[in-house]
């Protein structure tokens, strides 16, 4: 069965450091790929989303980057965070025509 | 470019009446549909999906929704609202294939004792 995994679950950082988080894939193929943030009483905000390895969309200017070196990986990355990065974060996997499957999130709070 | 668009950005029913959430969507071929539902503290949960199968798509806990092509909408409803309904729903569409998925903004439904 398809699973997914994110990590850290909860992380505190320092304003001006690097952010690195990790989410893999297991049992599938060539899947869609999807970072989300939920701010604060807020609904989700798509951030990126990858159809392949090393292709990556950008939807909104930002802080923030994102990666996929490999089929099943999708990294989410900052070379210094700002206060405003703080926010819940959600990778996420589509295959054709299936519902989004999401991880457990991250609790990122800038400090 | 698929959009959609939550009519409602809080709903508030009586434990018992019926619930009505309100989701318009915008896609450019035939979509995917589907409602999610985040309580308090919590992940994701698919609710039901629409891919082009029947109209009427019954879900989890009594909900259930509609696709009007006609209308572009994809409201949710459920006959009779439980206190445990409580929470924030999400419409989302997706065009399918490799294209991305939108989330609505969200409601949040609150039940009256």
């Known amino acids: 069965s398809q699973t997914i995994h994110q990590w850290p679950a909860t992380l505190v950082q320092p304003v001006g450091s690097p952010l690195s988080l990790e989410c893999t894939v297991e049992?599938?193929?060539?899947?869609?790929l999807y970072w989300y943030r939920q701010a604060a009483g807020r609904g989700l905000q798509l951030l990126f989303y990858?159809?392949?390895?090393?292709?990556i969309s950008s939807e909104v200017p930002q802080n923030l980057s994102a990666s996929r070196p490999q089929d099943r990986q999708f990294i989410l990355s900052s070379k210094k965070l700002l206060l405003s990065d703080s926010g819940f974060y959600l990778c996420?996997?589509?295959?054709?025509?299936?519902?989004?499957?999401f991880g457990q999130g991250t609790r990122l709070t800038v400090v | 470019a698929q959009s959609v668009t939550q009519l409602d950005s809080h709903v508030s029913v009586s434990e018992g009446t019926p619930v009505l959430l309100r989701c318009n969507y915008s896609?450019?071929?035939?979509?995917?549909l589907f409602w999610y539902v985040q309580h308090p503290n919590k992940g994701l949960q698919l609710l039901l999906k629409y891919t082009s199968a029947a109209t009427l798509v019954k879900g989890i806990n009594g909900f259930e929704a509609e696709f009007k092509k006609s209308e572009t909408s994809f409201h949710l409803t459920k006959p009779s609202a439980h206190m445990s309904d409580a929470a924030e729903y999400f419409c989302v569409v997706s065009d399918g294939g490799a294209s991305k998925i939108i989330f609505g903004s969200g409601t949040r439904l609150s039940i009256r004792p």
């Open positions: 996420a996997w589509t295959a054709l025509n299936t519902e989004a499957f």
């Open positions: 896609s450019s071929y035939s979509p995917s």
């Open positions: 049992g599938t193929s060539n899947p869609n």
């Open positions: 990858s159809v392949g390895i090393g292709q």
